[in-house]
């Protein structure tokens, strides 16, 4: 055992006997707080989930890099199960899982160590999680399994371990070629109100997939041009539907563009993965083996996203509505005083992040649960809001508009992104986490 585990087995065993109270994000509480009492069998995955969207909550962590932590924090914690139950081909594992772990603890290891890892100024409310969980899963042993418990906490802090170690060189710290600004018309131009001079997350364009052999497997073609019908279209639907003033959109349609934009991407989609879950009381290696590909496509979709944002380049609305006078399309009349709804991003418009993002998530859970599941979604930013949707897609449209109404995205940009997130997220279901064909038992 490393220096390591060997602290992360000292902390478990300091911690058991305290029991602290679990942070709840508001609209997932009512749900997965009763998961343990309702008998879900995937109780501890669903505690460290929500731990994992608190935390991305409480850092306010922007959406590439969070999503990046998504995938770290449910491929450990899948490869830390399955290693012990063997239904699936693991991602990275350190080496072979010890006999007699329990799987539940091992999740809840490796949950706390990639947490800790990724946001240590919330260690102590991971601690306390931990400890909660190591009291309840002891009571439920018993005193002749205690030592299982402990043992499958020390495998899931190796496993995450191993995870961590192997995204630690993937790009995200290494810094960009320096950004010449393009003249050209139709090129991104900084945006108010910080008018940032080079676009943000450029390193995501280059950063090592997880699935992907290469950042720009699924480059799209190139955005319309400037003079086409489907520019010009597209052009005059932002233009009145985005703007801050818009006396064509709803007041439904500027809440849907707040709520889409309120949280990132995986806090809102691993919110639905995690009560589909524990309503339809998915096993516990099914439940993490859902959310490790789930994740894993959000993260290689905005690498392959912020891969064609950099390659084409393209203005946001705001920009091309105020200097249309400058695009020789005669269709798109400008306005130097035009803003959008939502502050425009620091970064490129096409593809649009946000529905390419959402589209590979919703793939995911649609491929599990069905296209035509009902489920309602939550963000931890709006209390009080919330969205019943009638499938994954129209959860994917509805991002698609939003973006519109938001006056930050024309709507191929939207349409483009949610094609790419379905394609990254049918890689990953075929190259990875496949099932074994004779699951071995320890």
């Known amino acids: 055992m490393n220096r390591q585990s060997r602290s992360a087995s000292r902390r478990g065993r300091r911690l058991a006997a305290l029991v602290a109270p679990i942070l709840v994000v508001t609209g997932l509480a009512p749900t997965l707080a009763s998961a343990h009492e309702d008998g879900s069998p995937a109780w501890v995955v669903l505690e460290w989930n929500q731990a994992l969207v608190n935390a991305l909550t409480v850092e306010n962590t922007a959406p590439p890099p969070a999503m990046r932590a998504g995938a770290i924090v449910q491929v450990s914690v899948f490869d830390a199960v399955d290693g012990l139950t063997n239904q699936y081909v693991a991602y990275h594992l350190p080496g072979p899982a010890p006999h007699g772990a329990s799987a539940p603890a091992a999740a809840a290891g490796a949950a706390h160590q990639a947490l800790v890892t990724l946001f240590p100024a919330e260690q102590t409310r991971f601690d306390a999680l931990l400890a909660s969980d190591l009291t309840r899963l002891r009571e439920d042993a018993g005193e002749s399994d205690e030592d299982a418990v402990q043992r499958g906490v020390d495998w899931g802090v190796s496993v995450a371990d191993a995870i961590l170690a192997l995204r630690a060189h993937d790009g995200l710290t290494t810094p960009p070629p320096p950004y010449v600004p393009n003249p050209a018309i139709g090129r991104w131009q900084p945006t108010p109100p910080a008018y940032v001079p080079s676009p943000a997350f450029r390193q995501f364009a280059a950063m ?155 793939a995911v859970l649609a491929e599990r649960f069905g296209n035509n599941t009902s489920y309602t979604i939550t963000s931890p930013a709006m209390t009080g809001v919330t969205r019943t949707l009638p499938s994954f897609s129209a959860g994917v449209q509805q991002v698609i508009d939003a973006r519109v109404f938001g006056g930050i995205h024309f709507r191929f940009a939207g349409d483009t992104a949610a094609v790419m997130g379905r394609q990254v997220a049918s890689y990953v279901e075929a190259t990875q986490l496949q099932p074994r064909r004779c699951p071995r038992q320890h």
């Open 208 to 362: 090592t997939g997880w699935a992907l052999t290469s950042p720009g497997q699924f480059l799209p073609g190139p955005p319309p041009a400037l003079t086409s019908a489907q520019y010009t279209q597209d052009y005059n639907e932002v233009k009145t539907s985005g703007a801050a003033n818009s006396t064509v959109r709803s007041d439904f349609q500027t809440q849907t563009a707040q709520f889409w934009q309120s949280a990132p991407p995986v806090t809102l989609w691993d919110g639905v993965a995690d009560t589909l879950i524990a309503s339809r009381h998915v096993d516990l290696t099914d439940a993490t083996h859902l959310l490790a590909l789930t994740n894993m496509a959000m993260a290689d979709a905005v690498i392959a996203i912020w891969n064609a944002k950099n390659f084409y380049d393209t203005w946001r609305p705001v920009t091309a509505i105020q200097h249309a006078d400058l695009d020789n399309n005669p269709l798109t009349e400008a306005d130097p005083n035009w803003q959008p709804l939502l502050v425009t991003p620091a970064f490129q418009e096409y593809p649009a992040g946000h529905p390419g993002v959402s589209a590979a998530a919703a």
